[in-house]
């Protein structure tokens, strides 16, 4: 299994993004969806999840500006995080989590992403 993190970039304050984070391989089973993020110097920060049963959290300092979803279209997972207001504290690496099954005897393992960078500034 892959995760590929795509959707970043350079922004103004106030503007917004929309992260995407396509899964490929074999998947049976997924427990959690995440998103992370890592700013220069600091340790990395859970930002958001959505569980199997679609219910979504939200660190305080996102919540009402960030929104993350799901998408299984044509078998292929893929999760989104919409940002927006960017402040420049959002600026940071942002990674995305899967805690999967590959098949249904397998245990579940964590796959991450590339990362994507978002910098916010003026």
């Known amino acids: 299994v892959q995760l590929q993190a795509s959707g970043g970039g350079l922004v103004q304050p106030g503007e917004s993004l929309r992260l995407s984070c396509a899964a490929s391989g074999s998947i049976f089973s997924i427990y959690a969806m995440r998103w992370y993020r890592q700013a220069p110097g600091k340790q990395r920060e859970l930002v958001a999840s959505?569980?199997?049963?679609?219910?979504?959290?939200?660190v305080d300092s996102v919540k009402g500006r960030f929104t993350t979803s799901r998408d299984n279209a044509k078998n292929t997972m893929t999760m989104y995080l919409q940002v927006n207001s960017l402040k420049p504290e959002d600026t940071a690496t942002y990674y995305c989590?899967?805690?999967?099954?590959?098949?249904?005897?397998?245990?579940?393992?964590?796959?991450w992403g590339q990362g994507t960078q978002v910098t916010v500034s003026s």
């Open positions: 959505i569980n199997s049963g679609g219910n979504t959290n939200y």
């Open positions: 989590h899967m805690r999967l099954k590959k098949t249904s005897w397998s245990l579940f393992a964590d796959y």
